[in-house]
């Protein structure tokens, strides 16, 4: 069966610090994988998506950067934190069987304080 | 663009009452929709979806929503709230052509009263 993972799970990081956060799942391949940051209040916000090794679209402009150095690892940098960064990150795989009703599967999320 | 709206950040019910959240989308076109819960510090399950076949969907843990077309709805009901229930839930869409994202809601925090 397929897993998903995430870590850290909690996370305190300084202004100005850098940021890495790593995602990686077992039991597929080839998977398109998603990073989503979910602010207090504000729902889930998609930050970027791949549908391959080296290949990232980014939904908003922003301080962070992702990358796919391999098949099922999904990476969210950032070199500078800032406040604003604070948040759940959450990613999500999804099987390429090229039918829409394919369902997003879930980590179990970062929780990442700037101070 | 397709969105979701959720009326109600937050709704408590009463254990054994009806649970009835919420959810209208915008689209275009006839969008395929999604219901997930999230339970505190936890990644998001799928509860339920909608992809243009009965209007009518079951989900998990006793969950049902209807697909209203005339109404841009998506509600997602219980008959019987259970303690377990208390979490967060959110409502999604994606366009029912080649489109790779889900757009959310801002969810719905579900409070159950003992």
């Known amino acids: 069966s397929q897993t998903i993972h995430q870590w850290p799970a909690t996370l305190v990081q300084p202004v100005g610090s850098p940021l890495s956060l790593e995602c990686t799942v077992e039991?597929?391949?080839?998977?398109?994988l998603y990073w989503y940051r979910q602010a207090a209040g504000r729902g889930l916000q998609l930050l970027f998506y791949s549908v391959g090794i080296g290949q990232i679209s980014s939904e908003v402009p922003q301080n962070l950067s992702a990358s796919r150095p391999q098949d099922r690892q999904f990476i969210l940098s950032s070199k500078k934190l800032l406040l604003s960064d604070s948040g759940f990150y959450l990613c999500?795989?999804?099987?390429?069987?090229?039918?829409?009703?394919?369902?997003?599967?879930f980590g179990p999320g970062t929780r990442l304080t700037v101070l | 663009a397709q969105s979701v709206t959720q009326l109600g950040s937050h709704v408590s019910v009463s254990e054994g009452a009806l649970v009835l959240l919420r959810c209208n989308y915008s689209?275009?076109?006839?969008?395929?929709l999604f219901w997930y819960v999230q339970y505190p510090n936890q990644g998001l399950q799928l509860l339920l979806k909608y992809t243009s076949a009965a209007t009518l969907v079951k989900g998990i843990n006793g969950f049902e929503a209807e697909f209203k077309k005339s109404e841009t709805s998506f509600h997602l009901t219980k008959p019987s709230a259970h303690m377990s229930d208390a979490a967060e839930y959110f409502c999604?869409?994606?366009?029912?052509?080649?489109?790779?994202?889900?757009?959310f809601g801002t969810g719905t925090r579900l409070t159950i009263i003992p």
């Open positions: 039991g597929t391949s080839n998977p398109n």
């Open positions: 689209s275009s076109v006839p969008p395929y």
């Open positions: 999500a795989w999804r099987e390429k069987t090229g039918a829409l009703t394919d369902t997003q599967y």
């Open positions: 999604a869409v994606t366009p029912n052509f080649g489109n790779e994202k889900l757009t």
